[in-house]
């Protein structure tokens, strides 16, 4: 009875994880999401003063990076996002990073760890423009890939990996 009851448990534990996994999957599919309403017309106050407004990167494939400074994975994954910037600009792409944080921590980290990406102050309001583009769980880090058509063409909640980046090159290119 027992040795039944444990058989039991297993499956029942086993199909909970794979429709949480394809939950996620299902949520985080690219083609179930368009842009929200007035995406483009989005603004964001830059750390350095003035704005950075989504419609100026318009027409062109773009990387949104949702980070925050007190995210040991966001900070992580900085330099990957720079130098994908740094070898792709060519080719037209952007990588913004959206700070999700206040804007003095954000100020402080670039005077120590200046970043060669446009950043913009998303403050707390940048969770729930993220939760617009899919991250519905909120968590940093956060990526959006758009391709210069405007579609979302992938979407990824954690940190990122350099074989994910080239397979978004390939895919978008």
């Not at 830059?46 to 318009?58: I, S, W």
């Not at 792409?93 to 120590?112: I, N, Q």
């Not at 990406?117 to 617009?132: C, H, K, N, Q, T």
Request: hydrophobic letters at 45%; aromatic letters at 8%.
């Amino acid at each position: 009875m027992k040795r039944r009851n444990l058989v039991l448990a297993g499956a029942v534990g086993a199909a909970a994880a794979a429709a949480g996994i394809g939950a996620a999957w299902w949520r985080l599919r690219p083609e179930e999401l368009p842009l929200p309403p007035g995406f483009w017309q989005t603004r964001f106050e830059k750390p350095e003063g003035g704005e950075l407004v989504l419609a100026n990167y318009r027409g062109k494939p773009l990387v949104l990076n949702f980070w925050a400074t007190w995210c040991p994975p966001c900070i992580t994954e900085l330099p990957l996002l720079e130098r994908f910037q740094r070898e792709q600009q060519g080719r037209g792409w952007t990588v913004l990073a959206l700070a999700v944080d206040s804007p003095t921590p954000v100020r402080e980290f670039l005077l120590k760890r200046p970043l060669a990406l446009p950043v913009g102050l998303a403050g707390l309001d940048g969770i729930e423009f993220g939760r617009s583009l899919g991250n519905t769980q909120g968590g940093l880090p956060f990526t959006v890939v758009l391709g210069s058509d405007g579609t979302v063409r992938s979407r990824k909640l954690g940190a990122l990996k350099e074989p994910e980046l080239q397979a978004w090159i390939a895919a978008i290119a």
